[in-house]
């Protein structure tokens, strides 16, 4: 399925279609319950930070932060506004290499390779590493052209109706917009153009969606909906999400990391645990709704 190739590539760039990333150049309230985790036995890591730090010019947004996230789970990333959860999200992808004052320090491993080398092409990346944003940000075309921006951008362009539909199904969107598909993107509703997106991001078949509160612009029954795609986009994609919503944390999630005021990673573990038994009291406090 897929990866938001205009969200997180410039046009005009990357046109093949190969995997690897190499540049193609030399050179307080009660919390319902969480979700069951999808895997049992051992959890393969498809994304690690090493005492990954992260400046914007002087300032520190993250703390040697040390994680290991799992293949085809959610993952949740919470903590109060301006904790560096976002921060961290684009990092994954190297998204904050569109920042100047940015500067990264320490590792970040996808499928063992540092993110970061310098044989490591960004578009390539992310190609591999779909982003979706807060506010739903479909282009100015048809639907059908939307999804299949990424496809035609990597001349992915056999059997591009049939593409185009798995797409629009996987993100839970085909059967309310394949009588319009004509239609412009920017006609839909918010939830609808947030599910685009997404169809948009799984288009072009990725291994890792990331999703910064994807949620939050929503009204609760397009919320509804999205958690519930959420959940299933897990069966076939590693799924990372940074939210403000401590509840829609537990119910959708399989892991969460809590990140703390100064860009500090203070406890990851299964969501359960985290919710029902914290290792540490400063995560207790946040959870109880003591600070933050």
Known sequence: ????????????????????LASPTPGSEAVEESSPSRSSGSERTVIESRNLDVYYGTEQALQSVDIQIPERQVTAMIG????????????????????????VEGDLLFQN????????????LRRRIGM?????????????????????LQNKTENLDEKVEEALKG????????????ESGLELSG???????????????????LM???ASALDPVATSQIEDLIDELAQDYTVVIVTHN???????????????????????????KIFENPEHQRVEDYITGKFG
């Not at 979706?132 to 035609?152: E, T």
């Open 113 to 124: 390779k540092n993110v970061y080398d310098d044989d490591v092409d960004p578009v390539a």
């Open 80 to 103: 109060p506004s301006g904790c560096g959860k976002s921060t961290f999200l684009r990092c994954i992808n190297r998204m904050n290499d569109l920042i100047d004052a940015a500067r």
């Open 191 to 209: 939830g609808q153009q947030q599910r685009l997106c997404i169809a948009r991001a799984i288009a072009v078949d990725p291994e890792v969606i």
């Open 132 to 152: 979706v944003f807060q506010q739903p940000n479909p282009f100015p075309k048809s639907i059908y052209d939307n999804v299949a921006y990424g496809l035609r």
């Open 246 to 272: 401590m509840q829609q944390a537990a119910r959708i999630s399989d892991k969460t990391a809590v990140f703390l005021t100064g860009g500090e990673l203070v406890e990851f573990d299964d969501t359960q």
């Open 212 to 214: 910064d509160e994807p």
């Open 171 to 182: 993100a839970a969107l085909w059967d309310e917009v394949s009588h319009q598909l004509d």
């Open 1 to 20: 399925m897929s990866k938001e190739t205009m969200t997180t590539s410039n046009p005009g760039t990357e046109t093949e279609d190969d995997d690897s």
